[in-house]
């Protein structure tokens, strides 16, 4: 496990990493056997709650999804968009692991989900670019079909992220990407294109960044392109009007690059979407139990407790004590009482989990509509166009070199009260702006660093 771990090993050999950490189980199982059922008690509940967790996940793994359309950018990125139900809530730089059977049964990479629950309370998007082997043999399998492809089979787990969009409490934010890093920003300007229509609405002082810079560094001129995905799927008129109220800045830095070779308002004529034909039995995404999740939970929690209890109770009353009242309390060997504890807590999860589970998805799936869902873009060729000028016009795009990180910062510092700094991209971006923001030059600057890495 120790040699796995190291970041090396762990990075270019992620399969090994994750399967050889998989033999906590015999660990766990040989730990009960010597410490006995008395230490056993003590973590008892620790077991029960992962177990549950564990196999909730599990579950909801094996439900083939529905998905609805895939977006295939210039610069070798997808955007996957997965029906989902609008009970299904989730906060910006959430994250959705995704497995392609045509590909890889084993394999599930974590994506960074782009949508937003309350713009797009029928969509989950997720974006993916191509760095490996699994995400090129995705690509060349998708761009590779027709326009209105048949199907793709697709299961999916989570999403898991943040408990509440802690951004919004900055007056001022500054959003530092690298590559492929801007994946959860787009879904963090979408929030906040959400929460200032909300508070045009209802007229009411809520508290969200005033200023919003984007900076984004990609290597050539159509990783440019990625700017277009901050439009959702099926946007319209108020979508793109809020997207400019927001205040937005965006600069854009090509490295390796010293002109560009086409206008940003025309990268989106490389932007390729295949529409899909699910099957009737492909589900939307949905949470493990449906709506009012956590109740169900409790419910879980609370009956398999219960039936450990007294199945172990049963146990000891008709098989136990009668061997210990004949043949004194060591009669009855102690690592077969340890080895019935352990079956009876797995045998009450698995049980009470499975009957809620199948119980909780039959009266969801009468809940959804059978046929499968046709969605249209909503937006006229004129709109979608009014859209794409929108993203061009808060876009300034450098050539030839990198952003000047601690100037810029040091300029937002000097002009703002207060600024919150996030970054995701690569480890040495990460590093130079948190010594950026940990120098003595500046003291408003507050940090929260992003990474992919595992």
Same mark, same amino acid.
């Not at 002082?205 to 050539?220: E, S, T, V, W, Y």
């Given at each position: 496990?120790?040699?796995?771990?190291?970041?090396?090993?762990?990075?270019?050999?992620?399969?090994?990493?994750?399967?050889?950490?998989?033999?906590?189980?015999?660990?766990?199982?040989?730990?009960?056997?010597?410490?006995?059922?008395?230490?056993?008690?003590?973590?008892?509940?620790?077991?029960?709650?992962?177990?549950?967790?564990?196999?909730?996940?599990?579950?909801?793994?094996? +439900?083939?999804?529905?998905?609805?359309?895939?977006?295939?950018?210039?610069?070798?990125?997808?955007?996957?968009?997965?029906?989902?139900?609008?009970?299904?809530?989730?906060?910006?730089?959430?994250?959705?692991?995704?497995?392609?059977?045509?590909?890889?049964?084993?394999?599930?990479?974590?994506?960074?989900?782009?949508?937003?629950?309350?713009?797009?309370?029928?969509?989950?998007?997720?974006?993916?670019?191509?760095?490996?082997?699994?995400?090129?043999?995705?690509?060349?399998?998708?761009?590779?079909?027709?326009?209105?492809?048949?199907?793709?089979?697709?299961?999916?787990?989570?999403?898991?992220?943040?408990?509440?969009?802690?951004?919004?409490?900055?007056?001022?934010?500054?959003?530092?990407?690298?590559?492929?890093?801007?994946?959860?920003?787009?879904?963090?300007?979408?929030?906040?294109?959400?929460?200032?229509?909300?508070?045009?609405?209802?007229?009411?002082?809520?508290?969200?960044?005033?200023?919003?810079?984007?900076?984004?560094?990609?290597?050539?001129?159509?990783?440019?392109?990625?700017?277009?995905?901050?439009?959702?799927?099926?946007?319209?008129?108020?979508?793109?009007?809020?997207?400019?109220?927001?205040?937005?800045?965006?600069?854009?830095?090509? +490295?390796?690059?010293?002109?560009?070779?086409?206008?940003?308002?025309?990268?989106?004529?490389?932007?390729?979407?295949?529409?899909?034909?699910?099957?009737?039995?492909?589900?939307?995404?949905?949470?493990?139990?449906?709506?009012?999740?956590?109740?169900?939970?409790?419910?879980?929690?609370?009956?398999?407790?219960?039936?450990?209890?007294?199945?172990?109770?049963?146990?000891?009353?008709?098989?136990?004590?009668?061997?210990?009242?004949?043949?004194?309390?060591?009669?009855?060997?102690?690592?077969?009482?340890?080895?019935?504890?352990?079956?009876?807590?797995?045998?009450?999860?698995?049980?009470?989990?499975?009957?809620?589970?199948?119980?909780?998805?039959?009266?969801?799936?009468?809940?959804?509509?059978?046929?499968?869902?046709?969605?249209?873009?909503?937006?006229?060729?004129?709109?979608?166009?009014?859209?794409?000028?929108?993203?061009?016009?808060? +876009?300034?795009?450098?050539?030839?070199?990198?952003?000047?990180?601690?100037?810029?910062?040091?300029?937002?510092?000097?002009?703002?009260?207060?600024?919150?700094?996030?970054?995701?991209?690569?480890?040495?971006?990460?590093?130079?702006?948190?010594?950026?923001?940990?120098?003595?030059?500046?003291?408003?600057?507050?940090?929260?660093?992003?990474?992919?890495?595992?």
């Amino acid at each position: 496990m120790w040699v796995t771990s190291v970041r090396r090993v762990r990075q270019k050999m992620f399969e090994i990493f994750f399967f050889v950490h998989q033999s906590y189980i015999l660990y766990v199982f040989f730990y009960i056997i010597h410490v006995g059922v008395a230490y056993f008690c003590l973590i008892l509940p620790g077991i029960f709650l992962f177990l549950i967790d564990r196999y909730l996940r599990y579950l909801q793994s094996q +439900t083939r999804v529905r998905l609805i359309a895939a977006r295939l950018l210039a610069c070798n990125a997808i955007e996957l968009n997965f029906s989902k139900i609008p009970g299904l809530d989730y906060n910006p730089t959430s994250i959705l692991f995704v497995n392609v059977p045509s590909i890889s049964r084993l394999q599930w990479h974590p994506f960074t989900v782009t949508s937003n629950a309350n713009i797009e309370p029928d969509i989950l998007s997720i974006v993916i670019k191509c760095q490996g082997t699994w995400s090129h043999k995705l690509y060349k399998e998708l761009s590779g079909g027709s326009q209105t492809d048949s199907r793709l089979q697709v299961s999916v787990e989570g999403p898991y992220g943040p408990i509440s969009p802690h951004f919004l409490s900055y007056e001022n934010l500054v959003m530092i990407s690298g590559g492929s890093g801007i994946t959860p920003f787009i879904s963090i300007i979408r929030e906040l294109t959400f929460q200032r229509h909300q508070q045009l609405v209802d007229d009411d002082d809520r508290k969200m960044p005033a200023n919003i810079l984007l900076i984004c560094a990609f290597k050539h001129s159509t990783d440019l392109s990625m700017l277009q995905l901050l439009l959702p799927l099926t946007s319209n008129t108020s979508t793109t009007s809020n997207f400019s109220q927001i205040n937005l800045q965006i600069k854009a830095y090509i +490295t390796r690059e010293t002109e560009q070779q086409q206008p940003l308002e025309n990268t989106n004529t490389s932007l390729r979407t295949i529409w899909f034909n699910p099957e009737p039995y492909d589900m939307p995404i949905s949470a493990p139990l449906g709506p009012n999740n956590w109740l169900w939970l409790c419910v879980i929690i609370c009956s398999s407790f219960i039936m450990f209890l007294t199945f172990l109770g049963i146990l000891i009353r008709y098989h136990i004590y009668p061997k210990e009242l004949t043949g004194g309390p060591s009669a009855y060997n102690y690592t077969f009482k340890t080895l019935w504890d352990m079956f009876f807590v797995c045998a009450s999860v698995f049980l009470a989990t499975s009957v809620v589970f199948l119980w909780r998805k039959k009266e969801n799936d009468k809940q959804q509509v059978k046929k499968v869902q046709n969605l249209e873009l909503c937006e006229t060729g004129e709109t979608e166009s009014d859209a794409r000028m929108s993203v061009a016009e808060t +876009t300034e795009v450098h050539f030839g070199h990198k952003p000047d990180l601690k100037k810029i910062l040091t300029e937002n510092s000097k002009k703002r009260a207060d600024v919150g700094v996030l970054v995701c991209g690569p480890r040495k971006m990460r590093h130079a702006v948190a010594k950026i923001c940990s120098s003595k030059e500046v003291n408003n600057l507050h940090l929260e660093s992003m990474s992919f890495n595992w």
